[in-house]
């Protein structure tokens, strides 16, 4: 059967909009580079995506956002452990929320361990995000002050909000990466954009499109499983929501740009090839990074989740490397051969990356649909995988 075919059936019965397969080898040959389906559901006569399509990539923004406080770590200007008070006041002046009295107060406690770059890099800073389980707090802390979650054009205004749980005694997804956005900016003296285009992009040779502040240009459009049913999308005109407002660039969620460089840079990761970080500083990144607790923290808030996207199997081992999340062990029900210490991660419109060195490969799956953990995403993606690995094996 031809690899397309349960792609272009999921498109054609309104289970995905639209999706972009890629996977690419250690020695740069492509396994994958398949686009599939429209720009947008809400135009009469669309053209189709290809590999000039600009895509909301959301929370994929985090891996270059990672790379690039690790250039800087290696250019002496920070240590992963260092704290960042100095940096990034906003965020380090903000105590723990334990509760809340009995008229719903905020019960704040103070912190007792400094916030480190390693923390920010790895969601065991405390900084949470409003939208998930984990931020069930900093909503009720929302309610009680008046003000709206998620809101505000910075990362200051936005996410300058109280911490969950002590530095590296806890882990949630969040917006520790935004943070150390912020820190590069501050570092470097550049804009977030400016600095991935110098140090990322160019390097790597990529097409110069990424942006945190695209037009509607040559962008794919956002869907969402509409009311109509399982097989029903509907289009969904502002795009991904959490970046609504937004003037300042988010390292943690608000890039835009082309799969074939995101690729470019998953695969010079796989190959540690210099171009970004010493051979070394790359190869930390597939190195767990967590506390214990922390570590434990990661696995509970996994178990069971519905916010992750991807697909995740019993008696699988976690860690949090630099850049993503670490498979260090693969579990029982998978039907593909994932690698030791497989580093992935994803982004809300149900995109999904891997890299695999241990079998020499990369992938990349790129759809824009909502919610995100949608099963039907969930499913391609568990297919695309399957793909990728049969097709490395077998092909030359």
């Known amino acids: ?38 720009k947008s559901i809400a135009a009469a006569d669309p053209d189709p995506i290809d590999a000039n399509t600009i895509f909301t990539l959301a929370s994929i923004t985090k891996l270059a956002t990672t790379v690039a406080a690790l250039q800087l770590v290696e250019r002496g200007l920070i ?20 509760g809340f009295d009995d008229q719903g107060q905020p019960v704040l406690q103070d912190r007792k361990s400094p916030i480190t770059l390693r923390h ?23 309610r009680f002050h008046g003000t709206p979650p998620n809101h505000g054009p910075t990362v200051e205004s936005r996410f300058g ?12 997804y969040g ?73 300042a660039c988010f390292g943690g969620q608000g890039g835009h740009g082309r799969a074939d460089d995101v690729l470019k840079l998953l695969h010079s990761l796989l190959a540690n090839d210099g171009r970004l970080l010493r051979p070394q ?23 069971g989740s519905a916010w992750a996207v991807g697909d995740y199997y019993p008696g699988e081992e976690y860690d949090w490397g630099l850049g993503g999340l670490l498979i260090e ?5 998978a039907p593909y051969a994932r690698g030791a210490n497989t580093l992935t991660w994803s982004g809300a419109p149900n995109l999904f990356w891997f890299i695999d060195r241990a079998n020499g490969l990369c992938g990349l799956f790129v759809t824009q649909l909502l ?26």
Request: hydrophobic share 35%; aromatic share 8%.
């Open 1 to 38: 059967m031809d690899h397309t075919q349960p792609f272009e059936s999921a498109i054609s019965g309104g289970i995905l909009p639209c999706v972009a397969l890629l996977a690419r080898r250690l020695d740069n040959s492509d396994v994958l580079s398949t686009y599939l389906g429209p």
């Open 79 to 98: 240590q992963l452990d260092d704290d960042v008070a100095e940096l990034l006041p906003v965020l380090c002046r903000q105590k723990i929320i334990s």
């Open 120 to 142: 920010l890099l790895t969601h065991s800073s405390g900084a949470g995000y409003t939208f998930l389980d984990a931020g069930e707090k900093l909503r009720q802390y929302h």
């Open 161 to 172: 909000v109280p911490l969950l749980y002590q530095p590296g005694e806890g882990w949630a």
């Open 175 to 247: 917006a520790g990466i935004d943070w150390a956005g912020r820190l590069v900016e501050q570092l470097s003296g550049q804009s977030l954009e400016a600095y991935f285009t110098e140090h990322i992009w160019k390097p790597l040779g990529a097409s110069g499109t990424f942006t945190f502040f695209p037009g509607a240009q040559g962008r794919a459009g956002m869907a969402s499983r509409g009311p109509g049913g399982p097989d029903k999308l509907a289009p969904v005109p502002g795009g991904l929501g959490l970046n609504a407002g937004v003037e």
């Open 281 to 303: 500083t790359a190869d930390a990144m597939f190195r767990g990074q967590l506390s214990p607790a922390s570590k434990a923290a990661l696995k509970q808030s996994l178990e």
């Open 329 to 333: 062990k693969a579990g029982d029900g």
């Open 371 to 396: 919610p995100p953990g949608d099963a039907g995403a969930t499913d391609a993606i568990r297919e695309f995988q399957k793909v990728a690995y049969q097709k490395n094996k077998t092909q030359g």
